[in-house]
């Protein structure tokens, strides 16, 4: 007969392999703009539907139309494919090309433009905390090129703005990390009516209608650049 001990033992070691094998994993869903490229997806909305959180939406090079709505901590990824540029999303002149509805989850990778010029409106509006938002082209925006409202605790990096209404815009947001933005060419490059910083520490951020002097050449504007809309400020910001 079997002893109670190594019952136990079998059945622990039992539930430890179901527990593995049902242990999901993240799953990357790729977005085509054509039948014949051999992706899963035609259109980034019906990915980002099926995905579930954690897993990659991945969108290779091409040209996409409408909005995009990211209600789910995944991540949001544009590959250049085939030599191509990176994917672009068009808003078609209305609402925002990519709504961050969801807590956690990145926007990487992605050109974005024609956004409505309701208020609002964004080529990435985020509405969501602990989100990431980087490496990204929002150009050519009827409002923002990215927006926070309502959101905290985000870091929006490594992202370039221009010909926009706004380059980038936090309303009722705190405690967000920007840096390394270049921000030229929009009717106001940036906007902030919280409490947010605008610098990592090591460098800011670039303003194309902010110019400063840089006698050191280090690269970093030897005076600080108070953020239009309240107190924030960025102690590192860019030289061109």
Excluded at 14 to 36: N, Y
Excluded at 185 to 202: H, I, L, P, Q, S
Aim: aromatic letters at 6%; hydrophobic letters at 35%.
């Amino acid at each position: 007969m079997i002893s109670k001990k190594v019952k136990l033992a079998l059945g622990v070691a039992l539930l430890s392999i179901l527990a593995v094998g049902m242990a999901p994993g993240a799953a990357t869903l790729v977005v085509c703009d054509c039948r014949a490229c051999g992706c899963q997806y035609l259109s980034i909305q019906e990915a980002v539907d099926v995905a579930g959180p954690g897993d990659t939406v991945l969108v290779r090079s091409g040209n996409f139309h409408g909005n995009i709505d990211v209600s789910k901590p995944i991540i949001l990824r544009g590959e250049k494919w085939k030599g191509r540029d990176l994917p672009l999303i068009d808003a078609d002149g209305n609402g925002s090309g990519i709504t961050v509805n969801a807590d956690g989850a990145t926007v990487e990778g992605i050109r974005v433009t024609n956004s409505g010029n309701e208020s609002g409106d964004a080529g990435i509006r985020v509405l969501c905390s602990g989100s990431t938002i980087r490496d990204n082209h929002a150009f050519g925006n009827g409002g923002a090129g990215i927006a926070l409202e309502g959101a905290n605790n985000c870091t929006v990096f490594a992202n370039v703005a221009w010909d926009n209404s706004r380059g980038i815009g936090l309303m009722g947001s705190e405690g967000n990390v920007l840096s390394n933005n270049r921000l030229y060419n929009n009717t106001e490059d940036a906007f902030d009516d919280g409490k947010n910083r605008w610098d990592d520490g090591v460098v800011g951020n670039y303003y194309a209608s902010f110019g400063c002097v840089d006698e050191n050449n280090d690269t970093i504007c030897d005076s600080i650049y108070h953020i239009p809309g309240g107190e924030s400020l960025d102690a590192l910001p860019l030289v061109g």
